[in-house]
């Protein structure tokens, strides 16, 4: 672990760390964007059958919309129009006395339906008719996405170990943007689906990739500082998602527009460095050195010469040439209870965060400042998770936010729905604990796992989360069964994962592993110098 010496000597937290999390702004911002886009592209707004084909003889010529309505479409038990039933013929009556025409004979809609809110000019749904019987397809879009996310996580997780971060966030850049674009342009459900799984696929290695790299570039004071930076960017592009949804109510050019900067990523992307801390631990030292020396010229720092990086950076020959797989991450006792235990950590923050995520109706406000607030609260919670994690420590944030997570969603299926200013405020305020938990995982994964198989245990915990994310909006269909079911199910599993959490050990002031042996041994990780713990404490 004798990387934090060479970067303290070339600086461990200047310019050169500041440009580099500047670089990966952009495609942190698209993230967001396309994993909660199915709140917008997918939305279903009211509709009913279309009676405008109607004729019977020339019995309906004479009649008015509404009227046509009247006699064509049975009512609820509310008195609002049926969604997805007609009666088999005019039931004439009913413009004298509109009753809900309980017991007459009625049929699914034969010409298709009217769609009666003008906020979207199109989504998934109006433009496939994804209602009535297919109502399920719109939300399974984003399970099917999210399926791509996870597969994702498994393969670059593997690439970013063995073949480096920059090559592989080069093609990630490019295929979340190809496939990304090329969704916009589908011409059926089936190739939409298709073409978002690939574009899932991209931004998982994107996410994984990007984080990684920032925080094997800076030391143990300031990991925190650039988890909470990468995540202010996920932030700055949840809340952007609100504003292009609200000025681009066609669900194609939406697409387009959330992808659009990845072109910026690419341009980009030639100024993105290797991370020093890869290329040593698999022997690369003279291309390490390269880097390392422009991070100590941007830095106003001395250039490293090669004998003090070899002198100093002492991990085995063998464990330089060494080939890691996923099978690492089980075969030694104590990091196979740790990524057994993360496993389910991350499943469990993902899982909450997105239930609360795509459920942005019910409130008394619009999607559109539903989400808005929703992304919003997320940054006063991460700055003041910043705080907390230094102060107590990872585990117990990640714990305690969960927990309390799981308290707001239980207080809100005991609050009358008639108190829907409460029942906001208590949604807002766990909205922005889930989010402070997934800040707090992220950083915690990186502290835990060693670097030889670092990217491999992200890509592992990326992808149980990803199960989890997947797994969320089937969730939100249980609402048909039973109204409440959702609530009870992402309440109770929050409080169990935040449970889970206080069998992590605790990583605040120790240096980043290097090796398995690092992670297995006793006292491996050796706690930070004098002068980290007080840069720590002053919150610097």
Request: with cysteine.
């Amino acid at each position: 672990m004798a990387f934090d010496n060479i970067l303290d000597d070339v600086g461990s937290f200047g310019l050169y760390q500041m440009v580099l999390a500047m670089l990966l702004v952009s495609p942190r911002i698209v993230m967001p964007c396309h994993f909660l886009l199915n709140n917008f592209i997918a939305a279903v707004p009211p509709h009913r059958c279309n009676v405008n084909p109607l004729d019977h003889g020339g019995l309906l010529g004479n009649l008015s919309e509404a009227q046509r309505v009247a006699v064509s479409i049975p009512l609820k038990d509310n008195g609002e129009t049926q969604a997805c039933r007609m009666f088999v013929q005019p039931q004439f009556q009913m413009l004298e006395n509109r009753s809900d025409g309980t017991g007459l004979p009625s049929t699914h809609c034969r010409h298709g339906w009217i769609y009666l809110n003008d906020t979207f000019s199109s989504t998934l749904a109006t433009e496939w008719d994804l209602v009535c019987d297919w109502k399920h397809l719109p939300n399974t879009t984003s399970t099917i996405f999210f399926m791509g996310v996870m597969i994702g996580a498994i393969v670059f997780g593997v690439l970013c170990d063995n073949y480096g971060r920059r090559r592989c966030l080069l093609a990630s850049y490019i295929i979340a943007m190809v496939f990304g674009f090329s969704s916009a342009f589908a011409n059926s459900y089936t190739t939409f689906a298709v073409l978002r799984f690939a574009t899932g696929f991209g931004l998982t290695g994107i996410g994984i990739t990007s984080f990684t790299l920032n925080i094997e570039w800076v030391n143990a004071a300031h990991r925190s500082s650039v988890c909470v930076m990468g995540s202010l960017a996920w932030s700055a592009g949840n809340m952007l998602l609100a504003a292009y949804a609200y000025l681009v109510n066609d669900w194609r050019p939406l697409i387009m527009t959330v992808t659009a900067p990845l072109g910026l990523a690419i341009l980009t992307w030639w100024w993105v460095p290797e991370s020093a801390r890869w290329l040593l631990a698999h022997g690369k030292a003279e291309e390490a050195q390269f880097y390392l020396n422009k991070c100590a010229e941007m830095n106003k720092k001395a250039k490293i010469s090669k004998f003090k990086l070899e002198a100093e950076f002492r991990v085995e020959t063998l464990e330089k040439k060494k080939s890691y797989t996923y099978l690492h991450l089980f075969k030694t006792p104590k990091l196979r209870r740790l990524t057994l235990v993360m496993g389910v950590v991350w499943y469990g923050v993902a899982v909450t965060y997105y239930g609360i995520s795509l459920n942005i109706v019910g409130f008394g406000l619009s999607m559109y400042l539903t989400h808005f607030i929703y992304a919003a609260i997320e940054v006063p919670a991460k700055l003041l998770i910043y705080v907390l994690i230094n102060k107590i420590g990872r585990r117990k944030c990640l714990a305690g936010t969960l927990i309390l997570t799981g308290t707001c969603i239980v207080i809100n299926i005991f609050v009358p729905k008639g108190l829907w200013h409460l029942r906001s405020a208590v949604a807002i305020l766990g909205k922005g604990l889930s989010e402070a938990s997934f800040t707090t995982v992220y950083l915690y994964t990186t502290e835990l796992y060693p670097t030889v198989i670092r990217q491999n245990g992200l890509g592992y915990t990326s992808f149980t989360s990803r199960l989890g994310v997947s797994v969320a909006p089937l969730i939100l269909l249980l609402e048909d069964a039973w109204t409440l079911l959702p609530q009870v199910i992402l309440a109770v599993g929050a409080i169990g994962f935040g449970l889970v959490a206080l069998m992590l050990p605790e990583t605040l002031n120790t240096r980043l592993p290097e090796t398995i042996d690092d992670v297995e041994k006793p006292n491996s990780q050796s706690p930070a110098p004098t002068g980290v713990l007080l840069e720590t404490r002053n919150g610097t």
